[in-house]
């Protein structure tokens, strides 16, 4: 923060980030002091016995023009079982300073509080009478240890004349083992503090208890990256849904989960007494005050929003899906009646020049149907439509000075204009939304995104590749947007880049682009049969010595973006259904090379390794085998283990597309051997064909041919084998499963196949039932009128299973997450049963009917 018309002297000097960083404001290392005793009531000493008990570093947050709040846990052994940290059950005296200098001769404040185990040994003192606007170093003490050096500072006095804001955006760090790039450059970044807008931590099905929380919040916490940012900037923190469980709504958990309040009084806890958060935050069971607001001089003022505790139950609970009219209902809320009307009033009493709200989820709407339907994110603002409606109309009656929104939870960068009326481009622009990617928290969904965009002219900017943080500068003529990004979010030592810069002027709403020059290699990757541009096509840079140094995904228009610094690359083009392209281009520092690249389309069919089909949702590696031939791409694999199959995935369809698309599903789970019927909502979870042996048996180009072989686990004597034929120029490729009995005892089984698709707008068909969009908790059975399954998207794919015959006793099971086929056989000792059917991939050009493609294709035999 800069403040005009000032002279900061010697007490408001800036200190170096890296400077700071240098001269150890991040070292865990405790060092020794005398032993004098701390007495606070019935504290003990901390005892050096114990080890260091800063292991979890400092923090600072929420600034105020006189204090700030400052935070650390007590925890010589932080991921110790109990989730105590180490610590013994009894009160402990901590000490604290603020100083005006790292090396602590000019100490302004200090004092002691107590660490009790109630709170996990965390101490959140609130510190006052500092000057406003100034930078302060802190540290604990305690017994003889003392805690690495923080950096802080202050807001600006109320109304004083501000130059600048500079602020950093965070959300949703998955953990990544232990670093995180994005928080090693931010920490050397020149900011005055972060805003982090939810999922700093990822919950689990067995995160249920205080102690659970706690160990999950430590095990991030040890982190030298997250440590690093905080003890560089003071945090301003509200939670998403991931600090307590997955898409959790008021008093509803996503699944039915039970003693959710108790589950989300231990989130709760062990998030207060793991970030830099004042008193009124502090949880009372299961509830708690996030929303609050802060103010920087005359410049900016911030309103901070919890989008989780007080909001409506999702109207549809799926994914996304087409939205339901629930969520077009007046009476549902995003913030609950009590924090929107503080919201409102907190806008129309700033006298501040820029006024952000900092909130969770997308506000924008975005229709994830590229075609007539509309397909929303349900757990967004798009799914609480009402609730974005009396906001826009408070903005369009009250008019604050030049609002502007920043928010997280998609693991992507956007840039959107917010719209009186998003179905008409030329209604007013209100305000700006910025989107901050994700720190580490990958993005499955791009693909989804991207295929929609030109059906949301008020996106003016979508990146979902790259992981990193989010700049905003503030001065009283622009608000100033510079997304930085990483190519590998689990790599410190890698380089961040400014992947794009958006500004909106003083009094304008709606950004514009920036001058978008820097390092890297741009270019369009095209069919080089008709000259198509492609999308969702895997770019990769290696240097010389063949490692990869930078990725990107080709957008609708078929234009890339790699980061990489000066030097000499080997640029590879991968897609399914297309020859790899690998061409050469060397990089002068500061300039952007360009590159185009036509893709050969496969001759014939093919069989091999070494490559990747494309999209988001890809799983299987270049280990695994594709098979492919210019209308369609399959990867089977050979040594990739899915966790919903763990154990039974190999000789399994793990990737799909046609041509010119990306995968969009999970998995084709071919096939299964089962004594008792498939049943209930885990029905499509059928684990007991295990392949042993996955081989190519034919690489063409005549034909593609694999084979992969194993038996029953439910029936060991039944060995199965399926045998995976592809030719050229057709969308299908034919699997044919023989089941033989080596045993002396005939075998009942149920056999089958099951489809999980993991698009956007995911939902099933089964012939003669139309299209199944009925929720995960509700799976039904249906007698098939043609021999055929499917599933399908907003993605215009159809996959599908169609089967030579049509079996006596054929039977399918379906939710709009996934189908499943399953048919009785009885196998006599020594005999086998054939089942055999197209594994299909059509693009069904937007039809009505989804699934009339397969009902098609079975009768034209």
């Known amino acids: 923060m800069s403040a005009s018309g000032r002279d ?63 935070w650390t846990r007590l925890a010589p052994d932080p991921l110790a079982a109990d989730g105590r940290g180490g610590m013994p059950a009894e009160p402990f005296g901590v000490r604290y300073q603020v100083a005006e200098d790292r090396e602590f001769t000019r100490i302004v404040r200090r004092g002691a509080v107590e660490a009790t185990p109630e709170l996990g040994h965390s101490v959140h003192p609130e510190i006052t009478g500092l000057r406003p606007g100034r930078e302060y170093f802190y540290r604990f003490l305690a017994g003889n240890a003392v805690s690495p050096v923080g950096r802080t500072r202050t807001a600006p006095a109320p109304g004083a004349a501000v130059g600048k804001v500079t602020f950093g ?127 920087f001089g005359d410049l900016l003022s911030l309103a901070v929003l919890d989008t989780r505790q ?7 609970g799926r994914f996304i899906a087409p939205r339901d009219p629930d969520a077009l209902d007046p009476a549902r809320t995003m913030t609950g009646a009590e924090q929107e009307r503080w919201l409102f009033d907190t806008l129309a009493g700033s006298r501040t020049r820029w006024n952000a709200i900092a909130q969770q989820t997308i506000m924008a709407f975005y229709d994830y149907d590229p075609g007539q339907g509309v397909s929303i994110n349900h757990d967004q603002w798009d799914g609480y439509a009402a609730a974005r409606d009396r906001l826009f109309a ?135 049969t008709d000259g198509t541009p492609l999308a969702s096509v895997a770019v990769q840079a290696r240097d010389t010595a ?17 980061l990489v610094t000066e030097g000499t690359y080997e640029v590879v083009a991968t897609a399914g259904c297309y020859e790899t392209v690998t061409r050469t281009v060397t990089l002068r520092a500061g300039t952007l090379a360009r590159m185009d690249l036509a893709l050969p389309r496969v001759a014939g069919a093919v069989a091999g390794t070494g490559k990747r089909l494309a999209g988001a949702r890809v799983e299987a590696t270049e280990s695994d085998i594709v098979l492919e031939n210019a209308e369609l791409a399959l990867a089977v694999a050979a040594v990739t283990e899915d966790g919903q199959l763990l154990g039974t995935t190999r000789g399994k369809v793990l990737d799909m597309a046609v041509r010119g698309h990306a995968d969009q599903l999970d998995w084709i789970n071919l096939t299964y051997a089962s004594a008792a019927q498939p049943d209930g909502t885990e029905a499509w979870q059928q684990v007991s064909v295990r392949n ?102 907003t993605d215009p794919q159809t996959y599908g299973l169609v089967y030579d015959a049509n079996p006596p006793g054929l039977l399918a099971a379906a939710t709009g997450n996934w189908v499943l086929s399953m048919l009785p056989v009885d196998i006599a000792p020594g005999a086998e049963f054939t089942l055999a059917r197209r594994v299909v991939a059509v693009d069904h050009g937007g039809a009505a009917d989804p699934f009339a493609v397969l009902a098609r294709l079975y009768r034209a035999g």
């Not at 999950?216 to 600090?243: I, Q, W």
């Not at 509803?252 to 062990?270: C, G, H, I, K, M």
């Not at 007080?310 to 549809?316: G, L, P």
């Open 8 to 70: 900061d002297g010697d007490h408001g000097r800036r200190f170096g980030r890296r400077r700071f960083l240098e001269l150890g404001g991040v070292s865990t290392t405790a060092l020794l002091l005398g032993t004098g005793a701390v007495h606070s009531g019935a504290a003990h000493a901390f005892p050096p016995r114990l080890g260091n008990p800063f292991t979890l570093g400092v923090a600072s947050g929420d600034p105020l023009p006189d204090g700030v709040v400052l």
């Open 169 to 295: 955006l965070a959300s949703c760090q998955a953990w990544t083992g232990g670093r995180y790039a994005a928080y090693r450059h931010m920490a050397d970044d020149d900011l005055d503090f972060v805003v982090h807008v939810g999922d700093y931590i990822y919950e689990g099905g067995s995160t249920r208890t205080l102690a659970d929380f706690r160990l999950l919040h430590a095990r991030y916490k040890t982190s030298p990256d997250l440590r690093a940012a905080h003890a560089a900037f003071p945090f301003v923190t509200t939670f998403d849904d991931h600090e307590v469980d997955n898409n959790w709504a008021g008093d509803v958990p996503q699944d039915s989960t039970p003693d959710f309040r108790e589950l989300r009084a231990n989130a709760f806890q062990a998030y207060y007494e793991h970030l830099p958060l004042r008193i009124h935050a502090r949880p009372s069971g299961a509830d708690m005050t996030l929303y609050r607001s802060l103010t």
């Open 310 to 316: 007080h909001r409506t139950d999702q109207a549809d």
């Open 394 to 528: 408070f903005l369009t009656e009250r008019r604050p000075s030049n609002v502007v929104v920043v928010s997280g939870d998609w693991h992507s960068s956007w840039v959107n204009d917010l719209k009186t009326d998003f179905a008409d481009p030329a209604s007013e622009t209100l305000a700006t939304e910025f989107v901050g990617t994700s720190i580490s928290s990958g993005c499955g969904w791009r693909d989804d995104v991207a295929a929609a965009l030109g059906a949301n002219p008020h996106v003016k900017f979508f990146d979902g590749d790259f992981r990193g943080y989010t700049r905003c500068t503030v001065t009283p003529e622009e608000w100033r947007t510079d997304i930085r990004v990483v190519n590998h979010p689990a790599d410190p030592d890698g380089p961040a880049f400014t992947l794009a810069s958006f500004a909106v002027a003083d009094g304008v709403p709606g950004a514009r682009r920036l001058d978008d020059a820097g390092d890297g290699v741009v270019g369009r990757v095209t069919d080089g």
């Open 546 to 562: 063949g490692t990869v140094v930078g990725t990107g995904t080709t957008g609708a228009d078929g234009e890339y973006r790699l």
């Open 692 to 793: 042993e042996r996955v081989e190519i048996v034919e690489d063409g180009p005549a034909r593609a041919v694999v084979r992969a072989a194993g038996a029953s686990s439910d029936f060991p004597a039944l060995v199965v084998e399926t045998t995976y034929t592809l030719r050229p120029d057709v969308p299908w490729v034919v699997a044919e499963t023989v089941f033989r009995n080596t045993g002396g005892d005939t075998v009942s089984a149920w056999v089958g196949d099951a489809i999980d698709h993991d698009g956007a707008g995911q939902r099933s068909g089964v012939a003669g039932h139309g299209t199944i969009s009925t929720p995960y908790g509700s799976p039904r059975r249906y007698v098939p009128t043609e021999p055929w399954i499917g599933m399908t998207g």
